[in-house]
């Protein structure tokens, strides 16, 4: 498997702008979790997905983020509007059920609001 | 709300050195716990995930403890050489009675190994 696969790995957007992260897991996984991570803050949970379906979305920041998860081979995360706070990098995960189930991130998508 | 501390935020030693890099966290309740390794401008890599039932975890020169009660854990790391420099993050897995499977991170330890 090639892992967590996200896109694009970089994006540089005006404020006000609509943003889309994607994110395809590991095939096979139950669980899929976005994070973001700051100098400030590090890294935070901002939703997860359990077979699809979103299960905890309390870290996502305000009603400008939205997450879906279609099917079990891909998510997106977007941000409408954008504004230079959002900056980050912002992590996809995935894993299985079991507890004895390391969690595998990908590489992150850098994004930067000017 | 579980919270995650890492002791120390940073830490350089000369080549060999075995070191400790310390975490602790305020809910006992939780499903696992795992260290993970991140380069500058990577992702994170999964280096030990520690079950709640169990107290070590050991791959190659890494060793990983945890001590639930006291809301503990401690990776060691044996004759460090400069490859291991890298950011060592600690993140407590879940809740084991509510089923929740979500991590939370500590802010991590800077590591440099000075050759």
């Known amino acids: 498997d090639a892992g967590v696969i996200q896109s694009p790995r970089h994006e540089v957007t005006e404020m006000g702008q609509e943003v889309t992260l994607r994110c395809k897991p590991i095939?096979?996984?139950?669980?899929l979790f976005w994070y973001r991570q700051t100098m400030m803050r590090g890294l935070e949970l901002l939703i997860y997905?359990?077979?699809?379906?979103?299960?905890?979305d309390s870290g996502m920041p305000e009603d400008r983020f939205s997450a879906k998860m279609p099917n079990a081979s891909f998510s997106t995360l977007k941000i409408q509007p954008s504004e230079p706070r959002d900056s980050a990098v912002y992590f996809c995960?995935?894993?299985?059920?079991?507890?004895?189930?390391?969690?595998?991130f990908g590489q992150g998508t850098r994004l930067t609001v000017v | 709300k579980q919270e995650v501390t890492q002791i120390p935020a940073a830490l350089s030693v000369p080549e060999g050195e075995n070191l400790v890099l310390n975490c602790s966290f305020t809910d006992s309740a939780i499903y696992n716990l795992q260290w993970f390794r991140q380069d500058p401008g990577k992702g994170l890599t999964s280096l030990l995930l520690i079950q709640s039932s169990q107290r070590e975890q050991t791959s190659g020169r890494l060793n990983a403890s945890l001590d639930k009660s006291s809301g503990r854990s401690t990776l060691y790391i044996a004759a460090s050489q400069p490859g291991d420099s890298a950011t060592y993050l600690c993140?407590?897995?879940?809740?084991?009675?509510?089923?929740?499977?979500?991590?939370?991170f500590g802010s991590g330890t800077r590591l440099q190994v000075q050759p």
């Open positions: 997905f359990n077979n699809n379906v979103p299960i905890d």
């Open positions: 993140a407590v897995g879940g809740r084991e009675d509510t089923g929740r499977r979500a991590l939370t």
């Open positions: 095939s096979g996984h139950d669980y």
């Open positions: 995960a995935s894993s299985h059920l079991s507890r004895a189930a390391k969690a595998f």
